[in-house]
């Protein structure tokens, strides 16, 4: 079966620095998302990784290692407002995206 | 940036009703959309995928005469829940997808909050 796997719940504080990790098996891999959603609202899109290695967007950097089945979302300069949940999705063999459960992010200040 | 929007944003219905959701894709053409259903505290879970002018692939355990899709035109999705019930109360996400080189990217909609009376 197809699985994502990431950790249901995180916490970090203000000013610090975070990964949250994604371990992925699916059938085919088209590429690999990461989006952020605060309570009640819905996902917005952070990153996309199809090739092995890090994509570096401002205080996000996202990492995706093909062969181990293996990403992570690393922020830095964690802010208050970052306090969300966030998902990894997969795009399988279909482009259908397979969702892990997202991890909630707290961050104390 | 691709701008998806849902209406109505929330809505509060009796049971028994039946409800209309609209996506609506306002920048770019959608050449599939896709709808999610999400319960509190749990992940996205994909109801059905829809193309332009054929018929919606709903995903396993989703009734698809419960929950009826017509993708009209390419910037346009409704989502129908018939004869609602309680159990249908669920924050229901609309997403759309245009081809972009190699991948699909989904720009979701701000979400319909159902609650069911």
């Known amino acids: 079966g197809q699985n994502i796997d990431q950790p249901t719940e995180m916490t970090a504080t203000e000013g610090a620095i975070v990964q949250i990790n994604c371990t992925y098996q699916?059938?085919?891999?088209?590429?690999l998302f990461w989006y952020q959603q605060h309570a009640g609202e819905a996902p917005t899109f952070l990153s996309y990784n199809v090739l092995d290695g890090l994509e570096e967007k401002g205080r996000f950097s996202s990492f995706l290692s093909r062969s181990k089945g293996y990403s992570y979302l690393l922020l830095k300069e964690l802010q208050m407002k970052d306090s969300a949940s966030y998902l990894c999705a997969v795009s399988d063999s279909n482009y259908q995206l397979i969702w892990g459960a997202g991890t909630k992010l707290i961050i104390k200040p | 940036g691709a701008v998806v929007s849902q209406h109505p944003s929330w809505v509060i219905c009796k049971s028994g009703t039946s409800v209309k959701i609209e996506c609506r894709s306002l920048d770019f053409q959608a050449t599939t959309m896709f709808w999610y259903r999400q319960f509190p505290k749990q992940s996205l879970m994909l109801m059905a995928t829809?193309?332009?002018?054929?018929?919606?692939?709903?995903e396993q355990g989703v009734e698809k005469d419960k929950f009826l899709i017509n993708h009209a035109s390419l910037t346009l999705s409704t989502l129908t829940v018939t004869s609602a019930h309680p159990e249908d109360s669920s924050f229901y996400i609309c997403?759309?997808?245009?081809?972009?080189?190699?991948?699909?990217?989904?720009?979701f909609g701000p979400g319909t909050r159902l609650t069911v009376l």
């Open positions: 699916t059938s085919g891999f088209n590429g």
């Open positions: 997403s759309a997808s245009e081809v972009a080189g190699d991948y699909n990217e989904q720009f």
């Open positions: 829809s193309n332009e002018g054929s018929k919606a692939t709903y």
